[in-house]
């Protein structure tokens, strides 16, 4: 069974550095929907990180994959992990429902 998962990043260095390390970043998160394990990825507003929603078995699978990030590799960003379990959702919900107008 897996479980959902917010991984939060949190930029440690200004904006100039995370340009430098964005297309590393990129295949990393790549190559992880390609493995199905994320599901939808996006920066924070303000600028200051990110959001990937992950799909895993463990706690310990998305420590694992996370570390595997350049950001996280050289500093760029640190991480937080919160393990949910869905318990209640609308039925309406689709991930194109976020991006309809009113």
Do not use: W
């Amino acid at each position: 069974m897996k479980n959902l998962f917010i991984l939060e990043l949190t930029y440690q260095k200004d904006l100039s550095q995370v340009e430098k390390f964005l297309e590393l970043h990129n295949q990393y998160l790549q190559k992880n929907y390609d493995l199905d394990h994320f599901i939808c990825s996006g920066r924070k507003n303000p600028r200051t990180g990110g959001i990937i929603l992950a799909r895993l078995s463990s706690k310990e699978d998305a420590e694992s994959i996370i570390k595997e990030d350049p950001f996280l590799i050289h500093g760029i960003a640190t991480y937080s992990i919160i393990e949910f379990v869905p318990t209640k959702f609308n039925n309406e919900f689709t991930f194109n429902s976020l991006f309809e107008s009113d």
